[in-house]
């Protein structure tokens, strides 16, 4: 995911300027940002000059007040120019909405000097936020239909989606900006078509190959240039590769260049039989070995190796925590309230992604008891951890119609990104090449 990319010769047809930025209002507790995130259609306006990139460009900026002294703001964000085929539903979640966010996110990701790209399946959103290129807060959001597991860097950002596994490339050359603020345009240049396999999380190998856990047929596959999929690893208690979500498989753990560690929420080799064990049934299994590196856990996400350590999500409790090796059990970090799927790490800081528990089958699990005992309501939004106690040190949370995210990665190096989401107008219209004249085989 770090090769050398060919310098990128950029043209295109329209531009479209993001609107909205949060203005400064006085507060009076703590240093909160709000925002509205509000559909309104693409405006066009004339091209720049060649020599920088411009692309249509479907984002929002939000002002970050200064820190000495706590401020509270509020603004109208117009999330522009995703205009690719979406679903009633999808809009309407979309609309129904409100950001929120704390007062310092802006110079924690401009001071790292990184981004944060995370998915929500439930509005078929693929949102990208970081410290900016102009000392604003840079938010975007695009339409990917289920946007599920997501891995990637400042060159290249895989997405699973509904049926597809998504290849976006950043278009720009070091030193490029578009419209002003971006550093960093995503634009989906393949599309490798699985079925509806119920995508969750995605891994790269060393050697460039792409593997994914395959939900519904229970086991760990990678592409084949012919079918769906081709199955590299099914738990040694699933009998046989059938689409009936048996163990609810849904995590990967990638150790030094290749897949290691799988969450599943429970051993059952019966149809759907997973929901029947979703408070204590959870596994972490080594795919290598097949041995179980953790059992007893609340419907486990998001496995991942880190600092010589094995850390996992248990989402049924809403605890990050690691596996000690010697005993084989969850030692809890931290408590985030909500169901929490999707962990990403830089340096000491843990970066979540939460859901509000989802009526039916995410109820009656832990996490409810410790909500209603903390007098706390569950959260849907990001929430950035420090490992040295615990703490929350930065969050974004969602209110309205938006409930559920899934996953969520680190972009470092990067500042303020885009991309422009699949079917769109701006796709169309946004053209690079590379000219290889001169290098053309005799």
């Not at 909405?97 to 990701?109: E, P, R, V, Y």
């Not at 929420?265 to 929901?275: A, L, N, Y």
């Not at 030692?331 to 970066?351: K, Q, T």
């Not at 410790?370 to 929430?383: E, F, I, N, P, R």
Request: charged share 20%; glycine share 8%; net charge positive.
């Amino acid at each position: 995911m770090t090769d050398k990319k060919p310098t990128t010769a950029a043209k295109t047809a329209t531009k479209t300027k993001a609107s909205g930025s949060i203005s400064k209002a006085p507060a009076k507790k703590a240093p909160v940002k709000r925002a509205t995130v509000k559909e309104t259609p693409a405006k066009k306006a004339p091209a720049s000059a060649a020599a920088t990139a411009n692309p249509p460009t479907p984002n929002a900026t939000a002002t970050e007040s200064p820190k000495a002294e706590p401020t509270k703001a509020k603004a109208e964000v117009d999330v522009t120019g995703t205009d690719a085929p979406e679903t009633k539903k999808q809009d309407e979640a979309a609309q129904k909405t409100s950001l929120s966010f704390s007062g310092g996110l802006q110079s924690f990701l401009a001071t790292q000097n990184i981004s944060i790209a995370f998915t929500s399946y439930q509005s078929g959103n693929f949102y990208l936020i970081g410290g900016g290129t102009d000392g604003k807060l840079s938010l975007h959001s695009s339409k990917y239909p289920k946007a599920m597991g997501i891995v990637g860097d400042g060159s290249r950002i895989y997405l699973a989606t509904l049926s597809q596994i998504v290849r976006l490339e950043n278009t720009l050359s070091d030193g490029q900006i578009a419209n002003g603020k971006h550093d960093k345009v995503y634009v989906p240049r393949s599309f490798q078509t699985t079925g509806d396999v119920d995508l969750h999380e995605v891994g790269i190998c060393k050697n460039g190959r792409v593997v994914f856990v395959n939900t519904r047929y229970s086991c760990l596959a990678q592409f084949n240039p012919k079918h769906s999929f081709e199955v590299l690893w099914k738990p040694p208690f699933i009998s046989k590769i059938v689409p009936e979500d048996r163990c609810h498989l849904n995590g990967l753990a990638m150790r030094d260049g290749a897949p290691k560690y799988v969450t599943a929420v429970c051993r059952s080799d019966t149809v759907d039989g997973w929901r029947d064990r979703r408070d204590s049934g959870g596994v972490i299994i080594d795919i290598d070995t097949n041995e179980i590196m953790a059992e007893g856990l609340s419907m486990p996400h998001s496995p991942r190796w880190h600092n010589g350590k094995l850390w996992v999500l248990n989402s049924g409790s809403g605890e990050l925590g690691w596996i000690n090796p010697d005993t084989k059990s969850f030692e809890p970090v931290a408590f985030c309230p909500g169901f929490v799927r999707g962990l990403a790490f830089h340096g000491n800081y843990a970066i979540m992604t939460l859901s509000k528990p989802r009526h039916g089958r995410f109820e009656g699990l832990t996490l409810d008891k410790t909500l209603q005992d903390k007098d706390a309501d569950a959260w849907c939004g990001v929430q950035i951890i420090n490992l040295r106690d615990g703490s929350v040190a930065h969050w974004v949370r969602f209110d309205g119609a938006i409930i559920e995210l899934f996953d969520v990665c680190v972009l470092n190096g990067v500042k303020s990104a885009m991309t422009l989401p699949p079917g769109s107008r701006e796709l169309g219209k946004f053209v690079t090449f590379t000219d290889a004249t001169q290098t053309r085989l005799s």
